[in-house]
C-alpha cells in the first residue's frame, strides 16, 4: 500500500499589493440598455445618467485608488419582460466582485484568488427584495394574494437611506442574514400599512386556496377508490386473500379521509364566511385602519382571526405592503427611483462571525461609507 503524501498549501494574502479595477465604464452597460426593445426611451435617458452616477460614487471611494490587497470587477445585468408593451423602471443591478491578492509561492508574484467578497447595488428592485420575506409569502403566493410581510425590522435610518436586517423576520431574499440599505428619490413611503379588511381578504384567498388543494386530494381518493373496487371486483389471479384485505382495508381508510377532507373543507367554508360577514359589518374607519397580529396568542391555526389585534390598539405587530403607488409614474420622472445597496461575505453563519478579515473588513466599509446621499441625488 502507497500513502500519498498531500502537500499542505498556506494563503498567504498580499495586503499591500496594488489591484485592478475592471468593468467601471458605464459605456458596455448603456448598450444593454439600449438592446432593450420596449424601453421607455425618455426614461432609458435618465436611468443612464443615474446609473453612471453610480459607478462614479462608488469608485471614488478612497479603497479603490488604488484598490489594496484585491482586484474589483464589476457586472451588470437588466431585467425586463419582452411582453410588456413599454417598461418604464426596469429592475438593474451592479454587483461588484472583490477578489483577493494572494502571493504566489512558485513564482514568486502575485496572483488573484477565485473567492472573495461582494457589494450589490441594485436599481428599481423592489420585488427582489421583498418577494420571499415574512411569515406570510408562501400563503400569499399559493392563494395568487399581494405579498406582504411583518413588522419592518428598521435598524438604522438617516435622511438619505432606511437600513433593514430581517434576521427575525424572515430573510430578506438576496442577503439573507445582513442588513442592506434602500435609498429613495421621492418621499413617498416605500411602505404602508396592511389594512384590516385586506388581512380578512388574505384569509378568505388562504382558505380558498386549501379548498381548493383539499378538492384535489378528495379526487385522487375517490380515483384511487374506484380503481381498487375495479380490482376487488375482478381480482387477477396473482392476488392472495392478504393482499385482497390489504386492499379492501385501504379502501375503508380512503373513504375515511375522504369523509374527513369532506368536513376539513365545510369547516373552511364555515371560516370564509364568518370572515365575510365580519368584513361586512366593519365601518369604513375600521375597513381601512392598519392590520396588527398579536403573535403572542396562541390559536389553533396560525391565520385565525383571533390573533387580529382590535381596532385603534397598538399592542401586537404591525403587517406592512409595499405601496403601489411609490413609483412616480408621470411623463417627467426619472428612470431610476430606488436604489438598494447590501454586502455578501462568503460562508457568514446564522450566529455571524465575530472575527473578520481584511477584505471582509474593506467590504464593511464600503457599505458603511458608501456617500448615501450622492446615491439619493443620482436618481434627481
Same mark, same amino acid.
Given at each position: 500500500?502507497?500513502?500519498?503524501?498531500?502537500?499542505?498549501?498556506?494563503?498567504?494574502?498580499? #495586503?499591500?499589493?496594488?489591484?485592478?479595477?475592471?468593468?467601471?465604464?458605464?459605456?458596455?452597460?448603456?448598450?444593454?440598455? +439600449?438592446?432593450?426593445?420596449?424601453?421607455? =426611451?425618455?426614461?432609458?435617458?435618465?436611468?443612464?445618467?443615474?446609473?453612471?452616477?453610480?459607478?462614479?460614487?462608488?469608485?471614488? !471611494?478612497?479603497?479603490?485608488?488604488?484598490?489594496?490587497?484585491?482586484?474589483?470587477?464589476?457586472?451588470?445585468?437588466?431585467?425586463?419582460?419582452?411582453?410588456?408593451?413599454?417598461?418604464?423602471?426596469?429592475?438593474?443591478?451592479?454587483?461588484?466582485?472583490?477578489?483577493?491578492?494572494?502571493? +504566489? $509561492?512558485?513564482?514568486?508574484?502575485? &496572483?488573484?484568488?477565485?473567492?472573495?467578497?461582494?457589494?450589490?447595488?441594485?436599481?428599481?428592485? @423592489?420585488?427582489?427584495?421583498?418577494? /420571499? @420575506?415574512? %411569515?406570510?409569502?408562501?400563503?400569499?403566493? $399559493?392563494?395568487?394574494?399581494?405579498?406582504?410581510? #411583518? /413588522?419592518?425590522?428598521?435598524?438604522?435610518?438617516?435622511?438619505?437611506?432606511?437600513?433593514?436586517?430581517?434576521?427575525?423576520?424572515?430573510?430578506?431574499?438576496?442577503?439573507?442574514?445582513?442588513?442592506f440599505r434602500i435609498i429613495k428619490r421621492n418621499d413617498k413611503p416605500l411602505f404602508i400599512p396592511l389594512s384590516r379588511k385586506e388581512f380578512l381578504q388574505f384569509?378568505?384567498?388562504? *382558505?380558498?386556496?386549501?379548498?381548493?388543494?383539499?378538492?384535489?386530494?378528495?379526487?385522487?381518493?375517490?380515483? %384511487?377508490? =374506484?380503481?381498487?373496487?375495479?380490482?376487488? *371486483?375482478?381480482?387477477?389471479?396473482?392476488?392472495?386473500?392478504?393482499?385482497? =384485505?390489504?386492499?379492501?382495508?385501504? +379502501? @375503508?381508510?380512503?373513504?375515511?379521509?375522504?369523509?374527513?377532507?369532506?368536513?376539513?373543507?365545510?369547516?373552511?367554508?364555515? &371560516?370564509?364566511?364568518?370572515?365575510?360577514?365580519?368584513?361586512?359589518?366593519?365601518?369604513? /374607519?375600521?375597513?381601512?385602519?392598519?392590520?396588527?397580529?398579536? #403573535?403572542?396568542?396562541?390559536?389553533? $391555526?396560525?391565520?385565525?382571526?383571533?390573533?387580529?389585534?382590535?381596532?385603534?390598539?397598538?399592542?401586537? @405587530?404591525?403587517?406592512?405592503?409595499?405601496?403601489?403607488?411609490?413609483? !412616480?409614474?408621470?411623463?417627467?420622472?426619472?428612470?431610476? /427611483?430606488?436604489?438598494?445597496v447590501y454586502y455578501n461575505l462568503p460562508n457568514l453563519s446564522v450566529f455571524e462571525k465575530t472575527q473578520f478579515n481584511y477584505l471582509e473588513k474593506k467590504t464593511? $466599509?464600503?457599505?458603511?461609507?458608501?456617500?448615501?446621499?450622492?446615491?439619493?441625488?443620482?436618481?434627481?
Amino acid at each position: 500500500m502507497i500513502t500519498p503524501a498531500i502537500a499542505q498549501h498556506t494563503i498567504v494574502y498580499a #495586503e499591500d499589493a496594488a489591484g485592478k479595477i475592471s468593468g467601471n465604464e458605464a459605456g458596455i452597460y448603456f448598450k444593454r440598455i +439600449d438592446a432593450v426593445k420596449n424601453l421607455n =426611451k425618455a426614461k432609458a435617458a435618465s436611468l443612464k445618467k443615474c446609473l453612471a452616477a453610480q459607478l462614479k460614487i462608488f469608485y471614488s !471611494d478612497p479603497l479603490f485608488n488604488p484598490p489594496k490587497g484585491f482586484t474589483a470587477q464589476t457586472s451588470f445585468g437588466i431585467d425586463t419582460d419582452p411582453f410588456t408593451k413599454v417598461i418604464s423602471f426596469p429592475p438593474c443591478r451592479f454587483h461588484f466582485d472583490f477578489y483577493y491578492l494572494d502571493n +504566489d $509561492d512558485k513564482t514568486g508574484g502575485v &496572483k488573484t484568488s477565485m473567492d472573495g467578497t461582494s457589494v450589490g447595488m441594485e436599481t428599481n428592485a @423592489v420585488e427582489h427584495f421583498f418577494r /420571499q @420575506v415574512g %411569515n406570510f409569502w408562501k400563503d400569499c403566493s $399559493d392563494a395568487k394574494f399581494p405579498l406582504f410581510f #411583518e /413588522q419592518l425590522p428598521v435598524t438604522d435610518s438617516t435622511s438619505d437611506y432606511i437600513e433593514m436586517d430581517f434576521k427575525k423576520y424572515g430573510y430578506a431574499h438576496i442577503a439573507p442574514n445582513k442588513p442592506f440599505r434602500i435609498i429613495k428619490r421621492n418621499d413617498k413611503p416605500l411602505f404602508i400599512p396592511l389594512s384590516r379588511k385586506e388581512f380578512l381578504q388574505f384569509l378568505i384567498a388562504q *382558505k380558498k386556496f386549501q379548498i381548493s388543494e383539499y378538492e384535489k386530494t378528495i379526487a385522487d381518493l375517490q380515483k %384511487n377508490v =374506484k380503481e381498487t373496487e375495479e380490482t376487488l *371486483k375482478n381480482p387477477p389471479s396473482y392476488l392472495n386473500e392478504s393482499t385482497k =384485505k390489504a386492499l379492501a382495508d385501504g +379502501d @375503508v381508510l380512503a373513504q375515511k379521509n375522504i369523509t374527513k377532507t369532506q368536513n376539513e373543507i365545510k369547516s373552511f367554508q364555515a &371560516k370564509i364566511q364568518e370572515y365575510e360577514s365580519v368584513i361586512n359589518a366593519m365601518s369604513p /374607519q375600521e375597513a381601512v385602519s392598519p392590520a396588527r397580529i398579536d #403573535e403572542n396568542k396562541t390559536v389553533p $391555526d396560525f391565520y385565525d382571526l383571533k390573533r387580529l389585534v382590535p381596532a385603534g390598539k397598538m399592542e401586537g @405587530v404591525g403587517l406592512y405592503k409595499v405601496n403601489p403607488d411609490y413609483y !412616480d409614474n408621470s411623463a417627467t420622472a426619472p428612470g431610476a /427611483q430606488v436604489i438598494f445597496v447590501y454586502y455578501n461575505l462568503p460562508n457568514l453563519s446564522v450566529f455571524e462571525k465575530t472575527q473578520f478579515n481584511y477584505l471582509e473588513k474593506k467590504t464593511m $466599509d464600503i457599505f458603511n461609507h458608501l456617500d448615501y446621499h450622492a446615491l439619493k441625488m443620482s436618481m434627481r
